[in-house]
């Protein structure tokens, strides 16, 4: 994909949040975010699409570049079990394939530079059974034809590995680097999640690297979900690896918002983690910018 132009090497890592850790559904008044987000010195930002999300594309789009945030686009809201590119049904393979690139069209609508997510599979699924011997080389056929058409519309196609009590197929970068092979398309990237990434990785230096040649960024929170710093994540492991990984680092702070205005309880976070969001992305923030410095003066 030539003619989407990489950033500057001289930019390692970009900073940036998810729309989860300010609200679940995204609308049309919801701008004023992204100013917040550009004052808290950001310059990446996920929205979550959804069949039950509704805005003006264009709109998100023109505000964005204005603010020069780099968007990304997920399909973290109301994705129907029945679009699942890797089931066991063809009717439901082929209903997944529309439904992903209608949310990639909207995507390239808002002037995104990637989807990204479990777009392999579907989060919430869990099959408790050995995989059909099929399994992951229909779910590598149908991203290739995703990737393709992502494409066409200047997108980059990017999946997440989810722990194993999200989805059984991909948990770990290594088995994400094998789907990413197996589809054989140059335009589909990894994103890892710190989060999930506790479950299921024994280093998360090694799973950095592993995904280096394909690595677009890095969901960043602690363990329990909470800001950076304090928890069990190995952060000084992940910056060291990720030095070492060409080419620029987007790293997008995710969480649920919690509290009386939050909507953590209906994701499954029982514990007030993040009430306030600028205050959790300026602890967020503050702490990983520490940890980079603490590296680079090594």
Not at 79 to 103: E, F, N, V
Not at 193 to 208: K, L, P
Not at 272 to 293: M, N, Q, R
Request: proline share 5%; aromatic share 10%.
């Amino acid at each position: 994909m030539d003619h989407i132009a990489p950033l500057p090497n001289s930019w390692k890592y970009r900073f940036g949040a998810h729309q989860f850790i300010w609200k679940e559904r995204w609308t049309n008044e919801d701008l004023g975010i992204l100013d917040r987000a550009e004052a808290l010195g950001l310059r990446l930002f996920e929205v979550s699409m959804g069949d039950e999300v509704v805005f003006n594309y264009n709109r998100l789009r023109r505000y964005a570049e204005r603010a020069g945030i780099e968007l990304t686009i997920g399909p973290g809201n109301l994705w129907p079990m029945d679009c699942d590119i890797s089931h066991d049904d063809p009717a439901i393979r082929t209903k997944g394939i529309a439904w992903h690139k209608q949310m990639l069209r909207r995507a390239a609508e808002c002037g995104a530079k990637a989807y990204c997510g479990a777009i392999y599979s579907h989060p919430g699924r869990v099959c408790r059974r050995q995989p059909p011997e099929d399994e992951l080389s229909r779910a590598a056929e149908n991203l290739w034809l995703l990737a393709d058409y992502a494409e066409k519309l200047e997108v980059r196609l990017v999946i997440e590995p989810m722990s194993r009590f999200r989805n059984h197929l991909i948990n770990t970068s290594k088995q994400a680097v094998q789907l990413a092979e197996m589809a054989g398309h140059h335009n589909v990237m990894i994103n890892l999640d710190t989060f999930h990434m506790i479950t299921e990785e024994r280093d998360y230096g090694a799973a950095i690297t592993c995904t280096s040649s394909r690595l677009w960024g890095i969901h960043a929170c602690e363990n329990d979900r909470g800001a950076p710093g304090g928890g069990l994540v190995p952060w000084p492991t992940v910056f060291e690896s990720l030095q070492k990984v060409a080419g620029p680092v987007r790293v997008m702070l995710e969480t649920y918002r919690t509290g009386p205005e939050g909507f953590g309880f209906e994701r499954g976070i029982f514990q007030d983690l993040c009430p306030k969001p600028e205050e959790f992305v300026e602890k967020g923030i503050g702490y990983l910018k520490s940890v980079v410095d603490q590296i680079r003066n090594v």
